[in-house]
C-alpha cells in the first residue's frame, strides 16, 4: 500500500512540471496573440490655412500722484480707446475688460532716498478682430485714441475642428501607406488593423514663409500686420497584423 501511494504521489509530481512546460497563449485586444506578428506606424497630417480671427490687449496707462486724477484721466482715456475701437467695426461682446488696477508705486532719487508716492492705474480690454482687414487701421486709432499698452496679437481660425478632422484623415492615410511600404519591402502581408489611436491632435502654431510672412493684410495697412499661416496637426499610432 505504501509503495502504491509513492507512485501515486510521484506521478502527479511529474504531471504538475509538465504542465508548467507548456506554451501560454494570451490573448488581447479582442483576439490579438501575444506571439501574433504585427507592425506599427505613426501617420501625421498637417493642413495649413490663414487665420481669420485675432485677439489682442489694448490698455490704458495712467500715474498721478492724486490717485483720484489717476483714476480719472485713466477712465477719461479709456472711454475714448474704446469708442474708436467701436468705430472701426467691433462689436459690444467682442470687447471684454481683462485687467483693471490701481497701486501706489513709491518712487526712489539716485541715492535712494525716497521721493513720493504716484499711483498708477491700467485698464485693459481683449479685443477680438473678426475681420482681419481692418486690424492695422484699428493698431493706429487706438493708439491716436490714447492706447499706450498693447500686449501681443494672437491669431487663430474659428472653425478648427473641420480643419482637424481634414488631418486626423491625412494622419490615418500617411499610416496606412508607411504600413503597406514596410510590409511590401519584408515580403509580408497586410492583415486586419488591430490599434487606432490619435494622441496629438488640433494643436495649432504660426507658420511663416518667405520674407515677411504669409499674411495678405500687409499691403494696404496703415500699421503694417502680417497674418501668416497657421498650421493644424494630427498624430496617429496604427498596427496591423501581418501574415
Known amino acids: 500500500m505504501r509503495k502504491n501511494l509513492i507512485l501515486i504521489m510521484s506521478l502527479l509530481i511529474i504531471a504538475v512540471l509538465v504542465s508548467g512546460c507548456s506554451p501560454l497563449i ?59 475701437i ?35 492705474v491700467d485698464n485693459t480690454v481683449n479685443v477680438t478682430v473678426r475681420d482681419l482687414t481692418t486690424l492695422g487701421d484699428l493698431l493706429e486709432t487706438v493708439v491716436s485714441s490714447g492706447a499706450n499698452s498693447i500686449n ?9 475642428e473641420t480643419l482637424a478632422s481634414e488631418a486626423r484623415a491625412k494622419a490615418v492615410e500617411n499610416a ?18 488591430m490599434y487606432v489611436n490619435v494622441y496629438y491632435s488640433g494643436t495649432t502654431y504660426p507658420q511663416y514663409e518667405g ?16 497674418a501668416g499661416r497657421l498650421v493644424i496637426t494630427a498624430e496617429v499610432n496604427m498596427t496591423y497584423r501581418i501574415r
Not at 501681443?152 to 478648427?160: E, M
Not at 496606412?176 to 488593423?193: C, S
Open 26 to 84: 494570451v490573448e488581447r485586444d479582442g483576439g490579438l496573440k501575444s506571439d501574433e506578428r504585427t507592425i506599427a506606424v505613426n501617420g501625421r497630417g498637417s493642413i495649413y490655412a490663414e487665420p481669420d480671427v485675432a485677439y489682442l490687449y489694448i490698455g490704458v496707462h495712467t500715474e498721478n500722484e492724486d490717485p483720484k486724477a489717476a483714476l480719472t484721466a485713466n477712465n477719461t482715456q479709456a472711454q475714448e480707446v474704446v469708442a474708436a
Open 86 to 120: 467701436k468705430q472701426i467695426g467691433i462689436v459690444d461682446n467682442d470687447i471684454q475688460t481683462s485687467n483693471f488696477n490701481v497701486w501706489p508705486s513709491t518712487q526712489y532719487g539716485p541715492m535712494g532716498e525716497t521721493l513720493g508716492t504716484v499711483y498708477m
Open 152 to 160: 501681443g496679437i494672437t491669431f487663430d481660425i474659428l472653425d478648427k
Open 176 to 193: 496606412k501607406q508607411q504600413a503597406e511600404d514596410i510590409a511590401e519591402a519584408a515580403g509580408v502581408h497586410l492583415g486586419d488593423l
Open 211 to 226: 520674407k515677411g510672412g504669409g499674411g495678405a493684410y500687409t499691403s494696404e495697412l496703415s500699421v503694417p500686420v502680417s
